[in-house]
C-alpha cells in the first residue's frame, strides 16, 4: 500500500506534526512518500522521496495552488491514500484534493477496524468505521492520535514544476494575543470545563490549581464564555501541553481539547457524567458533583 | 446580491446515541433536534451582510433532510433569510459528504449565487468537507473556518483560525463560498416579530431525486461506541473517601504529592 | 311674540318643593346604591385597612384621614343648613343635643388631625426614614394644612371669645379646641374681634380655596387619584399577565416599548402614588443594591409619559433595574394605593426579550435555548426526565395505567439532584396515602414560567400548548405539584391556553389527606423557622396549611420577622433562577441570615427554587453547620406512621 503523506510548513517552520504521518503510515504498514510546500532549508528528518515546491513562490497558504501540486505529486507517485493532518491547513486542502480526483475522504482518522478507517463523531461520543469505495482515497488524520516518527537521514528530493493559480489571496498572519500564562512550562494543570456552570465557580478550580502549585488552565467553551482570559486555554486554538499532571473539571473531552492535554504523563477527570469522552484518555475517572469534590479536595490537600 | 446559506439539522449533543437498526448511524428514537451551530455562525453572519448592504441581498437558506430539518429551517429565517429550499430526504443519513456537496452544486450551480456561506463542520458526523467540495464542485475560491469577515465591493475580507491561536488573513473575490468557526460572531436570538414573519416566508420543497446525481464514494461500515479503555479506573461514592482514594493514588502514581 | 314658554306652565310654581324634595331622594338612593356596589368598601379606604398595615406611620394617616373626613363632613352639614335647609325649607338643625355632638366631635378631630399633622412632621424633617423622598410638594401640603386648621380654630376661638366663652361656659366647654384658642381672645373688644374674625375667617377661606385649587398639581391629588386606584385595581387572580394572541398577524408591538404601549392605569398609577416608599422598602433587589426601586419605576413611568412620552422606555428606565425584578409582588401586597407594579416590569420584559432578542446575560440565554430544544433549561437530553422515578411506585401516564394524580414534576425536581429527593418523598407520601401517581415522564416539559417571566411569551405558549394537549390526550383529571411556579402556571396562566383541571401545590394536597385520615403521622419533635415562597405566599394565600403541616409532624416554629405575606424573596422569580446574580450582594444570603438569626437550626421552605437558593445561599453566606434547609415533602415523608 502506497501514501503520499502531505507535511505542513507555517511561519518559516516545519511543523512537527508532519511527523505523526509518518508514524501513522507505519501503523498502517504502507510505504510512503512526503509532499512538502516549504523550503531546501528545513527539510523533515526523513530518508524517502519527497515532492517539494518553496513557500517563497507557492506561498504558505495558496489552497487553489497547492492542490495543483498535490495532484501533480499524485500524478507522479500514484500513491493508494493521499493523508493530510486534520487541521487547518488539511482540512482546506484535502477536500480540494478529493474533490479533484473524484475519490472518497474520510475525516479525522483515529485508527482502523472492520476492514475501515474509524473515525469520531457526535462530539466524540461515538465512532464510525467507514470505507472508501474508490480505489485511491484522501485520508486526514486526527492531531495527536498516531505518534510522531522520525526516520531520519536526508529526503530524495524532486521539485515541482512552476504552476500558478490564485483564488484565494494571502494576506498575512494575525498573532495570537501575549500569552500571560505560560502553559507549556506547568508541572501540573488544573483546567475548568464547561460544567464548573459559572464563572464564580472557576475559583473553586483555581483553589485547586494553587493547592496542587500548578497552573489554572481553561477548556475553549470557557474561554469563550470569557469566565477565564484566552492564555489559560488548553486545545488546538490554545495550548498543548503535557505536564505531569492533568486535572480535568467539568471537561467532557472534546477532541479538540483532548489533543491539547492527551500527551499528560497522568490525567485525573472529575465529572458528574460517567460516559463522558474525557474518560477515554483519563488514568482515573471521579463520577461526582464538581463543586462538592474539588473544594473538599482542596481543603484536604491544604491541610 | 444572491447569498446562500447551507445549514444542517443536527441532534442535540447531550443525547445517550444508540445505533439504529441497521447499525451505520444513530437511532433517532429519544432524539432532540436543533441546528448545527457552526451554521448558526453562518446564518448570522449571512443576515448581517445582508444588513449591511441596506437589506438589498436575497438571503436562502437550504437543508437536505426528512420533515423535521424544516424546524431549523424555520430558525434561520426567523433570523433574517429570506427564502428557503427544503430538499426533501428522509434518508439524508446515508448520503456520503460527496453526494451532500454534489446536490447542492447542482442546485446552486443555476441560480448565481455571489456568496455562499456554510459551517466548517456538522456536530454530527464533523467531516468538514461538503462547503470546500461544493466550492470545488462550483469552481469558485473558499475559505474555511472563519473568526474573521468582512465584505467591500465584490471582495471578502477572511480570518482563518489557525493553532495556537494564530489567525490567517485572506481575500477572495466573489463568486466565493466560506466556512464558519465559533468565534465569528453570536448568533442573534429571533425576535417575535420576525418569527411571525418567517412563517409566511417561501419554502419551496425539492425532492431529492431531482438533485441527487452521484453515488457516494465512501461506505459507512458501523456506528458503534468507542470500546472502554481498561486502564482508566472510575471512582464513585461519597465525597470525603473519593478525596482520601485519590489523594491516595496522585501520591503513588505521581510526583506532585510529596 | 317672543320667542319662549313658560316653564312650570299649567302644574304651577308650587311643583318646585315636591320635585326638589324628590329629586334629592331619588338621588340619594341612587348613590346609596352605588356605594354599595363599589368594591370601594372592599378595598378599606374609608376604614384604611391597607395604609393601617404599617402601624408607622398608618396609624397618624389613618387617625389624620378620619378627622379631616369628619371635619369635611361637618362642612357639608354646615352647607346644607346655611344655604339650603335653612333659607329654603326653614330647618335648623344645628341645634340642642345634635349640635352639642357637632360641636365636641368636630372640634375632637380637628385637634386629633393637628397631632398627627405634627408627627408627620416630625417623621419627615427629624426622623428622616431612610429612602423617603422630601420634594417641595411636601412643604406646600403640610405648611396649608397646619395653616387651615389653626386658621380653622382661631376663626373659632375669636368667634367663642366674641358670643361663648363668656355667655355659655357649658358649651364652649364642647368645643375645647376653640376654647383654648378664645380664651386667650377674651379681653378683646368687641370691635376688635370682629375685625379679627372676619381677617381669619377669610384668611381660612381662601387657605381652603388654595388647598382645593392646589389639589391636581400637588401631592394632593392622592385624595382622588388613590382612591380612584382602590376602584380600578384588578380584582382578578394575582399574577395575571395578558395572554399575547401569537395568531394576530398584524400585531406589530408586543410589550411595552413607550408609554403608549402601556395600560392608561399603568401610567394612572404613578398619580396615585403617594411615594409612601413602602413597596421599595420590602423589595429584596432594592434591599441588596440593585438599582431597582418599584416606587421610583412606578414614577418615572409618569415621569416619562408627562415630559417625554416618544422616549424608548425600556432603555430610559434601564436594562439593569428591569431584569433585577424577581416578581415576588411584595411591592403590590403591601400598597395602600393600589398601584400595580410588577405586570409593569414584565411588559417592558416583553418588549426587550421579543422585539429586541434582549437576555440579562448569556447564561440565561442558554438556559432559554435548553428549554426550546429539550424542554429543560439545564441541556440535559429530555429522554431522561422521569429516570429519578426509577424503581419507585409511579407510572407514566404512557403506560395507560389507572392513576388518581397527574404528578406534574418540574424541571427542577425531575433533573437536579438535590431536588429528586423532593419528588421521591412525595411519591412516599402519596404511596403511604394510597394515592395512585402517574407521570408524564419524558414527554413533560417545562411549564413555561421563567420563560414568561423573562418576557419570552412564545416559548412560554409553545411549551404550554404542548403540556396542555398532553394532559387533554390522557384525560387528566387532577393536577398535583411540588413547585409554587408550576402550580400557578397551570392554575391560573393555563387557564387562557384552554387548560381547566383542578391543580393543586402539594402542601395542601397532603393537608387534606391528612384531614381525611388517609395520611397519618408520628411526630417527632423538632425545631425550625419555615419561608413562605413568594408563589406560595403571596401569591396563592397559602401560608397557615403547611404550618399546621408541620405543626402536626412536630414542629416547633420561630418565625422570621418577615414571614406570611411579608416574606422575603429568595431571588429566584422572575425568571432569575436562570440568571447570575452580578450586582449588589446576594438576595439569597440576606435570606438565610434571617433565618439562622430566629435561632432555629433548620430552615423549611416549599418551593425547588428556594431550596435550591438557600443550599447555595448557606454555603455562600459562611452559615455551613449552623443552619440546615429542607423542604416539608422531607419532613413529611420521615414522619408517616403506617
Same mark, same amino acid.
Request: aromatic residues 8%; glycine residues 10%.
Given at each position: 500500500?502506497?501514501? %503520499?503523506?502531505?507535511?505542513?510548513?507555517?511561519?518559516?517552520?516545519?511543523?512537527?506534526?508532519?511527523?505523526?504521518?509518518? @508514524?501513522?503510515?507505519?501503523?498502517?504498514?504502507?510505504?510512503?512518500?512526503?509532499?512538502?510546500?516549504?523550503?531546501?532549508?528545513?527539510?523533515?528528518?526523513?530518508?524517502?522521496?519527497?515532492?517539494?515546491?518553496?513557500?517563497?513562490?507557492?506561498?504558505?497558504?495558496?489552497?487553489?495552488?497547492?492542490?495543483?501540486?498535490?495532484?501533480?505529486?499524485?500524478?507522479?507517485?500514484?500513491?493508494?491514500?493521499?493523508?493530510?493532518?486534520?487541521?487547518?491547513?488539511?482540512?482546506?486542502?484535502?477536500?480540494?484534493?478529493?474533490?479533484?480526483?473524484?475519490?472518497?475522504?474520510?475525516?479525522?482518522?483515529?485508527?482502523?477496524?472492520?476492514?475501515?478507517?474509524?473515525?469520531?463523531?457526535?462530539?466524540?461520543?461515538?465512532?464510525?468505521?467507514?470505507?472508501?469505495?474508490?480505489?485511491?482515497?484522501?485520508?486526514?488524520? #486526527?492531531?495527536?492520535?498516531?505518534?510522531?516518527?522520525? =526516520?531520519?537521514?536526508?529526503?530524495?528530493?524532486?521539485?515541482?514544476?512552476?504552476?500558478?493559480?490564485?483564488?484565494?489571496?494571502?494576506?498575512?498572519?494575525?498573532?495570537?494575543?501575549?500569552?500571560?500564562?505560560?502553559?507549556?512550562?506547568?508541572?501540573?494543570?488544573?483546567?475548568?470545563?464547561? @460544567?464548573?456552570?459559572?464563572?464564580?465557580?472557576?475559583?473553586?478550580?483555581?483553589? %485547586?490549581?494553587?493547592?496542587?502549585?500548578?497552573?489554572?488552565?481553561?477548556?475553549?467553551?470557557?474561554?469563550?464564555?470569557?469566565?477565564?482570559?484566552?492564555?489559560?486555554?488548553?486545545?488546538?486554538?490554545?495550548?498543548?501541553?503535557?505536564?505531569?499532571?492533568?486535572?480535568?473539571?467539568?471537561?467532557?473531552?472534546?477532541? #479538540?481539547?483532548?489533543?491539547?492535554?492527551?500527551?499528560?504523563?497522568?490525567?485525573?477527570?472529575?465529572?458528574?457524567?460517567?460516559?463522558?469522552?474525557?474518560?477515554?484518555?483519563?488514568?482515573?475517572?471521579?463520577?461526582?458533583?464538581?463543586?462538592?469534590?474539588?473544594?473538599?479536595?482542596?481543603?484536604?490537600?491544604?491541610? | 446580491?444572491?447569498?446562500?446559506?447551507?445549514?444542517? #439539522?443536527?441532534?442535540?449533543?447531550?443525547?445517550?446515541?444508540?445505533?439504529?437498526?441497521?447499525?451505520?448511524?444513530?437511532?433517532?428514537?429519544?432524539?432532540? &433536534?436543533?441546528?448545527?451551530?457552526?451554521?448558526?455562525?453562518?446564518?448570522?453572519?449571512?443576515?448581517?451582510?445582508?444588513?449591511?448592504?441596506?437589506?438589498?441581498?436575497?438571503?436562502?437558506?437550504? +437543508?437536505?433532510?426528512?420533515?423535521?430539518?424544516?424546524?431549523?429551517?424555520?430558525?434561520?429565517?426567523?433570523?433574517?433569510?429570506?427564502?428557503?429550499?427544503?430538499?426533501?430526504?428522509?434518508?439524508?443519513?446515508?448520503?456520503?459528504?460527496?453526494?451532500?456537496?454534489?446536490?447542492?452544486?447542482?442546485?446552486?450551480?443555476?441560480?448565481?449565487?455571489?456568496?455562499?456561506?456554510?459551517?466548517?463542520?456538522?456536530?454530527?458526523?464533523?467531516?468538514?468537507?461538503?462547503?470546500?467540495?461544493?466550492?470545488?464542485?462550483?469552481?469558485?475560491?473558499?475559505?474555511?473556518?472563519?473568526?474573521?469577515?468582512?465584505?467591500?465591493?465584490?471582495?471578502?475580507?477572511?480570518?482563518?483560525?489557525?493553532?495556537? $491561536?494564530?489567525?490567517?488573513?485572506?481575500?477572495?473575490?466573489?463568486?466565493?463560498?466560506?466556512?464558519?468557526?465559533?468565534?465569528?460572531?453570536?448568533?442573534?436570538?429571533?425576535?417575535?416579530?420576525?418569527?411571525?414573519?418567517?412563517?409566511?416566508?417561501?419554502?419551496?420543497?425539492?425532492?431529492?431525486?431531482?438533485?441527487?446525481?452521484?453515488?457516494?464514494?465512501?461506505?459507512?461500515?458501523?456506528?458503534?461506541?468507542?470500546?472502554?479503555?481498561?486502564?482508566?479506573?472510575?471512582?464513585?461514592?461519597?465525597?470525603?473517601?473519593?478525596?482520601?482514594?485519590?489523594?491516595?493514588?496522585?501520591?503513588?502514581?505521581?510526583?506532585?504529592?510529596? | 311674540?317672543?320667542?319662549?314658554?313658560?316653564?312650570?306652565?299649567?302644574?304651577?310654581?308650587?311643583?318646585?318643593?315636591?320635585?326638589?324634595?324628590? !329629586?334629592?331622594?331619588?338621588?340619594?338612593?341612587?348613590?346609596?346604591?352605588?356605594?354599595?356596589?363599589?368594591?370601594?368598601?372592599?378595598?378599606?379606604?374609608?376604614?384604611?385597612?391597607?395604609?393601617?398595615?404599617?402601624?408607622?406611620?398608618?396609624?397618624?394617616?389613618?387617625?389624620? *384621614?378620619?378627622?379631616?373626613?369628619?371635619?369635611?363632613?361637618?362642612?357639608?352639614?354646615?352647607?346644607?343648613?346655611?344655604?339650603?335647609?335653612?333659607?329654603?325649607?326653614?330647618?335648623?338643625?344645628?341645634?340642642?343635643?345634635?349640635?352639642?355632638?357637632?360641636?365636641?366631635?368636630?372640634?375632637?378631630?380637628?385637634?386629633?388631625?393637628?397631632?398627627?399633622?405634627?408627627?408627620?412632621?416630625?417623621?419627615?424633617? *427629624?426622623?428622616?426614614?431612610?429612602? %423617603?423622598?422630601?420634594?417641595?410638594?411636601?412643604?406646600?401640603?403640610?405648611?396649608?394644612?397646619?395653616?387651615?386648621?389653626?386658621?380653622?380654630?382661631?376663626?373659632?376661638?375669636?368667634?367663642?371669645?366674641?358670643?361663648?366663652?363668656?355667655?355659655?361656659?357649658?358649651?364652649?366647654?364642647?368645643? =375645647?379646641?376653640?376654647?383654648?384658642?378664645?380664651?386667650?381672645?377674651?379681653?378683646?373688644?368687641?370691635?376688635?374681634?370682629?375685625?379679627?374674625?372676619?381677617?381669619?375667617?377669610?384668611?381660612? &377661606?381662601?387657605?381652603?380655596?388654595?388647598?382645593?385649587?392646589?389639589?391636581?398639581?400637588?401631592?394632593?391629588?392622592?385624595? &382622588?387619584?388613590?382612591?380612584?386606584?382602590?376602584?380600578?385595581?384588578?380584582?382578578?387572580?394575582?399574577?395575571?399577565?395578558?395572554?399575547?394572541?401569537?395568531?394576530?398577524?398584524?400585531?406589530?408591538?408586543?410589550?411595552?416599548?413607550?408609554?403608549?404601549?402601556?395600560?392608561?392605569?399603568?401610567?394612572?398609577?404613578?398619580?396615585?402614588?403617594?411615594?409612601?416608599?413602602?413597596?421599595?422598602?420590602?423589595?429584596?433587589?432594592?434591599?441588596?443594591?440593585?438599582?431597582?426601586?418599584?416606587?421610583?419605576?412606578?414614577?418615572?413611568?409618569?415621569?416619562?409619559?408627562?415630559?417625554?412620552?416618544?422616549?424608548?422606555?425600556?432603555?430610559?428606565?434601564?436594562?439593569?433595574?428591569?431584569?433585577?425584578?424577581?416578581?415576588?409582588?411584595?411591592?403590590?401586597?403591601?400598597?395602600?394605593?393600589?398601584?400595580?407594579?410588577?405586570?409593569?416590569?414584565?411588559?417592558?420584559?416583553?418588549?426587550?426579550?421579543?422585539?429586541?432578542? $434582549?437576555?440579562?446575560?448569556?447564561?440565561?440565554?442558554?438556559?432559554?435555548?435548553?428549554?426550546?430544544?429539550?424542554?429543560?433549561?439545564?441541556?440535559?437530553?429530555?429522554?431522561?426526565?422521569?429516570?429519578?422515578?426509577?424503581?419507585?411506585?409511579?407510572?407514566?401516564?404512557?403506560?395507560?395505567?389507572?392513576?388518581?394524580?397527574?404528578?406534574?414534576?418540574?424541571?427542577?425536581?425531575?433533573?437536579?439532584?438535590?431536588?429528586?429527593?423532593?419528588?421521591?418523598?412525595?411519591?412516599?407520601?402519596?404511596?403511604?396515602?394510597?394515592?395512585?401517581?402517574?407521570?408524564?415522564?419524558?414527554?413533560?416539559?417545562?411549564?413555561?414560567?421563567?420563560?414568561?417571566?423573562?418576557?419570552?411569551?412564545?416559548?412560554?405558549?409553545?411549551?404550554?400548548?404542548?403540556?396542555?394537549?398532553?394532559?387533554?390526550?390522557? @384525560?387528566?383529571?387532577?393536577?398535583?405539584?411540588?413547585?409554587?411556579?408550576?402550580?400557578?402556571?397551570?392554575?391560573?396562566?393555563?387557564?387562557?391556553?384552554? %387548560?381547566?383541571?383542578?391543580?393543586?401545590?402539594?402542601?395542601?394536597?397532603?393537608?387534606?389527606?391528612?384531614?381525611?385520615?388517609?395520611?397519618?403521622?408520628?411526630?417527632?419533635? &423538632?425545631?425550625?423557622?419555615?419561608?413562605?415562597?413568594?408563589?406560595?405566599?403571596?401569591?396563592?394565600?397559602?401560608?397557615? #396549611?403547611?404550618?399546621?403541616?408541620?405543626?402536626?409532624?412536630?414542629?416547633?416554629?420561630?418565625?422570621? !420577622?418577615? +414571614?406570611?405575606?411579608?416574606?422575603?424573596?429568595?431571588?429566584?422569580? $422572575?425568571?432569575?433562577?436562570?440568571?447570575?446574580?452580578?450586582?449588589?450582594?446576594?438576595?439569597?444570603?440576606?435570606?438565610?441570615?434571617?433565618?439562622?438569626?430566629?435561632?432555629?437550626?433548620?430552615?423549611? +421552605?416549599?418551593?425547588?427554587?428556594?431550596?435550591?437558593?438557600?443550599?447555595?445561599?448557606?454555603?455562600?453566606?459562611?452559615?455551613?453547620?449552623?443552619?440546615?434547609?429542607?423542604?416539608?415533602?422531607?419532613?413529611?415523608?420521615?414522619?408517616?406512621?403506617?
Amino acid at each position: 500500500m502506497k501514501t %503520499l503523506l502531505i507535511g505542513e510548513y507555517r511561519e518559516g517552520k516545519l511543523l512537527d506534526s508532519t511527523y505523526e504521518l509518518i @508514524g501513522f503510515a507505519g501503523q498502517m504498514g504502507a510505504d510512503t512518500a512526503l509532499f512538502l510546500v516549504g523550503s531546501e532549508g528545513q527539510l523533515p528528518a526523513y530518508d524517502g522521496a519527497l515532492y517539494l515546491a518553496d513557500t517563497a513562490v507557492a506561498g504558505e497558504y495558496n489552497p487553489d495552488l497547492h492542490k495543483l501540486l498535490v495532484l501533480e505529486a499524485v500524478q507522479r507517485e500514484n500513491p493508494d491514500y493521499i493523508v493530510f493532518l486534520h487541521s487547518s491547513y488539511g482540512w482546506d486542502l484535502a477536500p480540494r484534493v478529493a474533490a479533484a480526483l473524484q475519490v472518497a475522504q474520510v475525516s479525522e482518522v483515529i485508527g482502523t477496524r472492520d476492514g475501515g478507517f474509524e473515525v469520531g463523531c457526535c462530539n466524540g461520543k461515538m465512532r464510525r468505521s467507514v470505507k472508501p469505495a474508490t480505489g485511491k482515497a484522501v485520508l486526514t488524520i #486526527q492531531a495527536g492520535a498516531f505518534l510522531g516518527v522520525r =526516520p531520519g537521514g536526508s529526503p530524495k528530493v524532486t521539485r515541482l514544476s512552476n504552476v500558478s493559480a490564485a483564488g484565494v489571496e494571502f494576506v498575512g498572519y494575525e498573532p495570537a494575543e501575549a500569552k500571560g500564562v505560560d502553559l507549556a512550562k506547568a508541572e501540573v494543570i488544573v483546567s475548568a470545563g464547561r @460544567g464548573v456552570g459559572k464563572k464564580d465557580n472557576v475559583q473553586v478550580i483555581a483553589a %485547586l490549581a494553587k493547592a496542587l502549585g500548578g497552573e489554572l488552565g481553561a477548556s475553549r467553551p470557557v474561554v469563550d464564555a470569557e469566565w477565564v482570559a484566552h492564555d489559560h486555554q488548553v486545545g488546538t486554538t490554545g495550548q498543548t501541553v503535557a505536564p505531569k499532571l492533568y486535572v480535568a473539571c467539568g471537561i467532557s473531552g472534546a477532541i #479538540q481539547h483532548l489533543a491539547g492535554m492527551k500527551k499528560s504523563d497522568f490525567i485525573l477527570a472529575i465529572n458528574k457524567d460517567k460516559d463522558a469522552p474525557i474518560g477515554e484518555v483519563a488514568d482515573v475517572l471521579v463520577v461526582a458533583d464538581l463543586m462538592q469534590f474539588v473544594p473538599a479536595l482542596t481543603a484536604q490537600l491544604q491541610k | 446580491m444572491k447569498i446562500l446559506v447551507c445549514i444542517k #439539522q443536527v441532534p442535540d449533543l447531550e443525547s445517550r446515541f444508540k445505533p439504529d437498526a441497521n447499525g451505520v448511524w444513530f437511532s433517532e428514537t429519544d432524539l432532540a &433536534f436543533r441546528m448545527n451551530e457552526y451554521d448558526e455562525y453562518a446564518v448570522e453572519q449571512a443576515v448581517r451582510l445582508k444588513e449591511q448592504l441596506g437589506d438589498a441581498p436575497e438571503v436562502t437558506v437550504l +437543508s437536505i433532510g426528512p420533515d423535521r430539518v424544516v424546524e431549523a429551517i424555520k430558525k434561520a429565517l426567523a433570523m433574517g433569510c429570506d427564502r428557503a429550499v427544503h430538499v426533501q430526504d428522509p434518508a439524508v443519513h446515508l448520503k456520503d459528504p460527496w453526494q451532500i456537496a454534489s446536490m447542492i452544486a447542482t442546485y446552486a450551480k443555476e441560480q448565481g449565487f455571489d456568496l455562499i456561506l456554510t459551517g466548517m463542520q456538522s456536530q454530527d458526523r464533523g467531516s468538514a468537507q461538503v462547503g470546500v467540495s461544493v466550492a470545488e464542485q462550483l469552481g469558485i475560491p473558499c475559505a474555511t473556518t472563519l473568526v474573521g469577515f468582512s465584505y467591500a465591493d465584490g471582495t471578502v475580507t477572511a480570518k482563518r483560525e489557525l493553532e495556537g $491561536g494564530v489567525k490567517g488573513v485572506v481575500k477572495l473575490k466573489t463568486p466565493a463560498l466560506v466556512t464558519c468557526q465559533l468565534g465569528l460572531n453570536t448568533p442573534r436570538y429571533p425576535t417575535l416579530p420576525n418569527i411571525m414573519k418567517a412563517k409566511k416566508k417561501e419554502i419551496s420543497a425539492v425532492p431529492v431525486a431531482e438533485l441527487l446525481k452521484s453515488a457516494p464514494l465512501a461506505q459507512t461500515v458501523s456506528f458503534h461506541a468507542p470500546a472502554k479503555k481498561g486502564s482508566g479506573l472510575v471512582l464513585e461514592g461519597d465525597v470525603s473517601e473519593l478525596v482520601n482514594k485519590v489523594i491516595g493514588i496522585l501520591k503513588e502514581k505521581t510526583a506532585v504529592l510529596r | 311674540m317672543e320667542a319662549t314658554r313658560e316653564i312650570y306652565w299649567n302644574v304651577g310654581h308650587g311643583v318646585v318643593w315636591g320635585m326638589y324634595l324628590f !329629586a334629592f331622594l331619588a338621588m340619594g338612593i341612587c348613590a346609596w346604591g352605588f356605594w354599595k356596589r363599589l368594591p370601594v368598601y372592599r378595598q378599606g379606604m374609608l376604614a384604611q385597612s391597607k395604609v393601617l398595615r404599617v402601624l408607622d406611620p398608618g396609624a397618624l394617616h389613618a387617625l389624620f *384621614f378620619w378627622s379631616f373626613g369628619l371635619l369635611f363632613v361637618g362642612t357639608l352639614l354646615i352647607m346644607a343648613q346655611a344655604d339650603f335647609a335653612a333659607p329654603v325649607l326653614g330647618i335648623v338643625f344645628l341645634k340642642g343635643a345634635f349640635y352639642k355632638l357637632f360641636s365636641l366631635v368636630l372640634d375632637v378631630a380637628g385637634i386629633v388631625a393637628l397631632l398627627m399633622l405634627g408627627g408627620l412632621l416630625v417623621r419627615r424633617f *427629624f426622623v428622616k426614614p431612610e429612602g %423617603l423622598q422630601t420634594i417641595r410638594d411636601d412643604y406646600v401640603v403640610q405648611g396649608l394644612l397646619f395653616a387651615i386648621i389653626l386658621t380653622g380654630f382661631f376663626a373659632e376661638g375669636i368667634r367663642m371669645a366674641a358670643t361663648e366663652i363668656g355667655t355659655n361656659p357649658g358649651l364652649a366647654r364642647l368645643s =375645647p379646641g376653640g376654647l383654648l384658642f378664645g380664651t386667650f381672645l377674651v379681653g378683646m373688644t368687641p370691635a376688635e374681634l370682629s375685625l379679627a374674625h372676619k381677617i381669619v375667617w377669610w384668611l381660612h &377661606f381662601f387657605l381652603a380655596m388654595g388647598f382645593i385649587a392646589a389639589i391636581p398639581f400637588t401631592k394632593l391629588r392622592h385624595i &382622588f387619584t388613590t382612591s380612584a386606584n382602590y376602584l380600578l385595581a384588578d380584582l382578578g387572580p394575582k399574577g395575571a399577565m395578558a395572554t399575547i394572541d401569537l395568531e394576530d398577524e398584524s400585531a406589530e408591538q408586543f410589550g411595552a416599548a413607550s408609554v403608549k404601549d402601556l395600560t392608561w392605569k399603568d401610567i394612572f398609577d404613578a398619580d396615585a402614588c403617594t411615594s409612601c416608599k413602602r413597596c421599595q422598602d420590602r423589595c429584596p433587589a432594592y434591599a441588596t443594591d440593585k438599582p431597582l426601586s418599584p416606587m421610583k419605576l412606578v414614577q418615572q413611568i409618569g415621569e416619562i409619559a408627562r415630559e417625554t412620552p416618544e422616549a424608548n422606555l425600556c432603555h430610559s428606565v434601564g436594562e439593569d433595574v428591569l431584569w433585577s425584578c424577581t416578581t415576588c409582588r411584595a411591592c403590590q401586597e403591601i400598597c395602600p394605593a393600589s398601584v400595580e407594579h410588577v405586570n409593569k416590569i414584565l411588559e417592558m420584559r416583553r418588549n426587550l426579550t421579543l422585539m429586541e432578542g $434582549g437576555f440579562p446575560g448569556d447564561e440565561v440565554r442558554t438556559a432559554i435555548g435548553n428549554i426550546e430544544v429539550n424542554g429543560n433549561p439545564f441541556g440535559l437530553a429530555y429522554a431522561g426526565r422521569g429516570d429519578w422515578a426509577a424503581g419507585l411506585d409511579v407510572a407514566t401516564l404512557e403506560s395507560g395505567a389507572e392513576v388518581d394524580i397527574l404528578y406534574f414534576v418540574g424541571c427542577y425536581a425531575s433533573f437536579d439532584k438535590r431536588n429528586q429527593e423532593i419528588a421521591r418523598n412525595f411519591i412516599k407520601i402519596c404511596a403511604a396515602a394510597g394515592v395512585r401517581v402517574g407521570i408524564l415522564g419524558k414527554e413533560e416539559k417545562c411549564c413555561g414560567e421563567p420563560a414568561r417571566k423573562l418576557g419570552n411569551e412564545y416559548l412560554y405558549q409553545m411549551m404550554a400548548t404542548e403540556n396542555i394537549e398532553l394532559f387533554k390526550g390522557y @384525560g387528566v383529571k387532577k393536577i398535583v405539584t411540588t413547585c409554587p411556579h408550576c402550580f400557578n402556571t397551570l392554575a391560573r396562566d393555563y387557564k387562557d391556553l384552554g %387548560l381547566d383541571l383542578p391543580v393543586e401545590h402539594y402542601t395542601t394536597y397532603i393537608g387534606a389527606l391528612m384531614e381525611q385520615g388517609k395520611l397519618q403521622l408520628a411526630a417527632e419533635a &423538632f425545631e425550625f423557622t419555615y419561608h413562605d415562597s413568594c408563589y406560595l405566599g403571596r401569591y396563592m394565600d397559602i401560608i397557615d #396549611q403547611p404550618r399546621a403541616i408541620l405543626k402536626q409532624a412536630g414542629g416547633q416554629i420561630s418565625e422570621m !420577622a418577615r +414571614s406570611g405575606l411579608e416574606s422575603f424573596c429568595c431571588s429566584a422569580g $422572575g425568571g432569575r433562577i436562570f440568571a447570575e446574580e452580578k450586582i449588589g450582594s446576594r438576595i439569597n444570603v440576606a435570606r438565610v441570615h434571617m433565618a439562622k438569626d430566629t435561632g432555629a437550626p433548620l430552615l423549611i +421552605s416549599n418551593c425547588p427554587f428556594c431550596l435550591t437558593m438557600f443550599e447555595d445561599g448557606i454555603k455562600t453566606g459562611g452559615v455551613e453547620g449552623e443552619i440546615r434547609v429542607r423542604d416539608l415533602a422531607e419532613i413529611v415523608a420521615e414522619r408517616i406512621s403506617q
